[in-house]
């Protein structure tokens, strides 16, 4: 089964167009959607009701204050593990143009400047035997349209400073967090771990996730991503400042082999 969780703040305007394009593009994939509403002040929580409601596969997962974009992935993953376990499907596959598929997560922004139309390429990976798919910006063909050069440079520079302290064959892009994870990883992440597997409370939170489940992976692979953030409806809310604190406190706990002793950063 693909799970394809969501966390949304505020994304009111570009959630429909996203939901609709998802279930184009997924119509041949058994596919559920877990939309995490993270405490929106704006129609988002209505939005998420009425899709679920009126989709089976759509469901809603809410709080009810702003927790930050780590705190609303763990939420994810934590309905995805459970609702996995209790359909009794951690060890059923289902056919899809005659492969098994295997349960997997794949993660992607709500604001619509993801294209949906990765998702089959994620999804084939993890199929064709890859643990752990990166959707990136970096790959040959990957592109990047609209964002301003200070998030340009954030980006290429975090990617550059990961790399040197701790390598992951294959991977260029280490703050993108459109990618798919065998659903295995994540759970073994969770044991090792604990529910609150994203301890960063900003967009650092990103690469923290990828550097505690990559060891977990037999196989990292990344396909190319075009990101279009031009069509992003309303301001970023990345914390800039706070991004580059949270990357600072990961090289820290890289050095230390500590996961848990570091007082994180407000979004």
Not at 150 to 159: F, I, M, N, T, Y
Request: charged share 20%; glycine share 8%.
């Amino acid at each position: 089964m693909l799970y394809i969780v969501l966390p949304a703040y505020n994304e009111a305007a570009a959630l429909p167009s996203l939901l609709e394009d998802i279930e184009q593009n997924c119509a041949p994939i058994p596919h559920q959607i877990v939309v995490v509403n993270d405490g929106s002040t704006d129609r988002t929580l209505e939005v998420v009701h009425k899709y679920s409601t009126t989709h089976q596969n759509v469901h809603e997962v809410n709080h009810d204050q702003n927790q930050g974009l780590g705190a609303a992935l763990n939420s994810g993953f934590q309905y995805v593990l459970n609702y996995n376990q209790n359909q009794g499907n951690l060890s059923k596959n289902f056919d899809y143009r005659e492969q098994e598929a295997p349960d997997m997560v794949i993660t992607m922004d709500a604001d619509n400047t993801q294209p949906a139309d990765c998702i089959p390429l994620l999804y084939e990976e993890i199929c064709s035997g890859v643990d752990l798919v990166i959707a990136s910006r970096y790959a040959k063909g990957g592109e990047q349209h609209g964002l301003s050069l200070g998030r340009r440079v954030l980006s290429w520079g975090a990617g550059k400073v990961m790399h040197y302290f701790v390598p992951i064959p294959g991977v260029r892009d280490y703050s993108c967090g459109y990618r798919a994870y065998r659903l295995s990883i994540l759970a073994e992440g969770t044991r090792l771990y604990g529910p609150n597997i994203i301890k960063s409370r900003n967009f650092s939170g990103m690469v923290e996730l990828l550097l505690k489940v990559a060891p977990l992976a037999e196989r990292v692979t990344e396909v190319p991503l075009k990101l279009h953030y031009e069509l992003k409806k309303g301001a970023s809310k990345m914390r800039i400042g706070a991004t580059i604190w949270g990357y600072v406190q990961l090289i820290y706990q890289i050095k230390r082999k500590r996961w848990s002793t570091v007082e994180w950063a407000e979004e």
